[in-house]
């Protein structure tokens, strides 16, 4: 069974970089279309990008001037990376797995709830 | 950017029918993939592939997308299908994934 499960620090100061690494186990990073998606508190779900297992990317053009996706295949987890972060970051980020580009979510990770404040 | 387009919420009473639509330009056209998400969880496939339902998905919950509506219907509602419902396409043309706003189903 495919577990995905995210960590990192729950607190950043705004301007700093937010980082969070999602650890795939269970089953292959390649191979797949890895996401990671945010939900502010008493919002929606907002996609923020994809990496493919060539390693292609993809970002939300609201965020891409931001955020870096990566993979590590030998550690078997992706990474985000959110520079200058605001109040506005603040949410749930969760990584969740695709199949192909036009399939569902399959997997999703529990979720880590990341607050910007000084 | 595409953008679909979800009423905030809908009541329905228990053995009723709940009906959650998502709109998009050209909808039909495009994959819809919906989900279900309780408080403090992480959102649940509910259907994928405008129609299909995953395993342990009850019958109830089905799916249609014509023109530039897609629709999660929910028969015979009961309490615990309270929550929060999504729609999800990929959007080919940007390649970017692409949720609607979120539809909270109340059970009266």
């Known amino acids: 069974q495919v577990h995905l499960q995210e960590s990192g620090p729950g607190l950043v100061k705004p301007s700093e970089t937010l980082s969070l690494t999602c650890t795939v186990s269970?089953?292959?990073?390649?191979?797949?279309?890895w996401n990671w998606i945010r939900q502010a508190p008493g919002k929606g779900l907002e996609w923020i990008g994809t990496i493919d297992y060539t390693g292609s990317t993809i970002y939300n053009p609201s965020l891409k001037s931001r955020v870096t996706i990566s993979v590590d295949t030998s550690k078997n987890h992706l990474s985000l990376k959110l520079r200058s972060v605001t109040a506005a970051d603040t949410a749930i980020y969760f990584c969740?797995?695709?199949?192909?580009?036009?399939?569902?979510?399959?997997?999703w990770g529990q979720g880590t709830l990341v607050t910007v404040s000084s | 950017s595409y953008v679909l387009t979800q009423p905030p919420s809908v009541s329905e009473a228990p053995g009723k029918t709940a009906r959650i639509s998502c709109a998009g330009n050209?909808?039909?056209?495009?994959?819809v993939h919906w989900y279900q998400q309780k408080p403090g969880q992480a959102p649940v496939l509910v259907l994928y592939?405008?129609?299909d339902r995953p395993s342990g998905i009850p019958e109830r919950f089905s799916g249609s997308n014509s023109g530039n509506t897609a629709t999660l219907t929910i028969s015979r509602v009961e309490a615990g299908d309270e929550a929060d419902y999504y729609c999800?396409?990929?959007?080919?043309?940007?390649?970017?994934?692409?949720f609607g706003g979120g539809t909270k189903l109340t059970v009266l």
């Open positions: 050209d909808i039909e056209s495009k994959i």
């Open positions: 999800q396409v990929w959007d080919s043309s940007s390649d970017h994934r692409v």
């Open positions: 592939y405008n129609t």
């Open positions: 269970g089953g292959s990073i390649t191979s797949y279309y």
């Open positions: 969740a797995r695709q199949s192909m580009a036009s399939g569902w979510f399959d997997y």
